[in-house]
């Protein structure tokens, strides 16, 4: 079966569940911003050969992923067809749903809550049942597969997640500066306390003034630590950093975001180890 | 041209005080969805509305000269049901001589869902695929005006018609498209009071040369009756788009050559071509430059050529708002050389649907 994944994190997800009757591609580099892929014709040509298409859902390939469906003419991918899979349709606790009124004088805002589930992981293991219940559906003669497939994966990725919780500990609390509003789930996982971003709102460059202002209240509450994904402006959070005596940290926030990070496990082990400031492997 | 129809009165704004209506009235409604009322805002459709406001300067003077609300766009998209997307683009052009504006509907069509493999089918009312400028709204235009050379061969409004068309991309080592139509021949590159019916295609061909670069190299040829002949237009078009992928804002480029002629027997051709430049140096900016050259003429041997070349710095702060400033020269058949100075607002509010690569 063919499967289009928009995030090579999904994709991860789909191969190790999916084994040998699957043939995943995954649309997002690693290192691309998932909000701002560019549509490429040459990606409707993968999307017509999909049996399945997992996306992420929240509206977080709302830019990019309706044209190219347009332009794939695949009978099977059209709205509301069990062949397109919504994977943060499986979290139960997605962050920062508006409940007033939503407008873009709050920047690139998500209508329906912040989109990048899969920086915790465990809503990973919610999205891992999510997958085999699909792939299952439309492809019943290997459902069991899917499910014991499934499960080894979500038993490895517990044990991981056990793992990395110890390594982390000492951060329970830790206030950080993020560069975008892109780490909500993994510092609720790890505990983290988000005190401020580099943009002055999502998707808006920082101004001076957001910058002086951000800084003083860093020193104040004694950040060490500025996060900041590889696509993001690493001049902009270097400076902060610098100015705050904090560290930046330049991570991956998907899988293929930099080296060492080919699968979803190795992706949040990096992500975690450089956190701890324990990334010397 | 479109079909225009003119919203008179004494309100200048009156295309304006429409649309925001549209939108005060629509969160009015029963926001629960009651049963009792009958009224639920869940199935409505995205709505957004593009707004371009222009200054316009231009030595020796023109009549276009000054500020002007230059056109507001009201784009509407939804799935109909399970067989049917619709897209609407409604056209609000304030006539800046009187009180009075124009309607226009610029796009209104469906495309049909679930056809066989590559096959696509699109009804209704569209922008003829007639070269690459010939499809994009006003708001997507790479400069703050068309290209001379675009206006002197398809003339100053986009061609669009009635029609059905019906496409099929075949999976060849690279991206490839082929585009039929046939329509009502109501536009003005044609005999609107002939009707007969106009017909074209569009090739489309895409090839990725790295992971932040492509090539597309297409060709449109399109035939209708005009004069007691019929008129073939025919072009073809060039694009290079390069983006660095590895930064959100990192810098981009991109350069378009188009050319356009038609063919009435008898009369004589008209021609043009085409290139411009874009290239984002900065997070926000954008710079760009372009070459027009034409040829054409209004009676047979009156024959003649323009040559227009233009420079392009924008500001583009979000993705739903840019400034642009321009600087244009042109050097018209019959009249003086112009030098026209042009800033342009652009705003877009609501769910504005993305747009094709």
Known sequence: ?281 | MFHRHSLGGANPFAPALIVVLLFVAGPAQARGGSTASGTSNKLNPAISLNALFLGELTDPREETDGLSAEELELIVTSVVDPHFKAFANVSFTPDRSGPESEVALEEGFVRVMGLPEGVGLRVGRFLLPMGRHNQLHTHQFPFITAPRAVEAVLGEESVGDVGVEASYSPLLPWYVNLRVYGSDGASDAFDRDGRDLVYGGRVENLWDLGEATTLEISASALSGSKASHRRILYGGDIRLKWKNIRKTYGRAFTWVTEFLGDHIPGHPEESGVYTLALYRFARRWWAGGGYSWDSSASAPGDRGSENEARLQLAWVPSEFSGLRTELGWLDPLERRRELTARVQLNFTIGAHPAHQY
């Open chain 1, 1 to 281: 079966m063919n499967v289009v994944a928009t995030l090579p994190s999904l994709g991860d997800i789909a191969r190790e569940v999916g084994g040998d009757r699957v043939n995943v591609t995954s649309l997002c580099k690693g290192y691309e911003d998932p909000h701002y892929l560019q549509p490429k014709p040459s990606y409707s040509r993968t999307l017509r050969k999909a049996a399945l298409l997992i996306d992420n859902g929240l509206e977080l390939e709302v830019g990019w992923l309706p044209p190219l469906l347009d332009t794939a003419r695949n009978p099977k991918l059209i709205p509301g067809s069990t062949a397109i899979l919504d994977g943060a349709s499986a979290v139960t606790n997605v962050l920062e749903v508006p409940t007033g009124s939503v407008d873009r004088s709050q920047g690139d805002i998500h209508p329906f809550g912040n989109p990048h589930v899969m920086l915790d992981p465990r809503n990973a293991l919610a999205v891992v049942d999510l997958i085999a219940r699909r792939l299952a559906d439309l492809d019943p003669e290997g459902a069991a597969g899917y499910v014991m497939r499934a499960d080894d994966y979500k038993t490895r990725l517990s044990a991981r997640i056990e793992e990395w919780k110890a390594l982390a500990a000492p951060l329970r609390g830790e206030p950080i500066v993020t560069y975008h509003k892109q780490w909500e789930y993994l510092a609720q996982w790890l505990g983290l306390n988000i005190i401020g971003y580099v943009e002055s709102r999502p998707g808006i460059p920082p101004t001076p003034r957001h910058v002086t202002a951000l800084i003083d209240s860093m020193v104040k509450k004694g950040v060490r630590i500025v996060l900041a994904a590889t696509f993001m402006d690493e001049d902009a959070a270097g400076e902060v950093a610098l100015k705050a005596g904090a560290r930046l940290a330049v991570l991956p926030a998907e899988v293929g975001g930099a080296d060492g990070t080919d699968s979803y496990i190795d992706l949040i082990d990096t992500i975690v180890h450089e956190l701890a400031g324990t990334d010397d492997r």
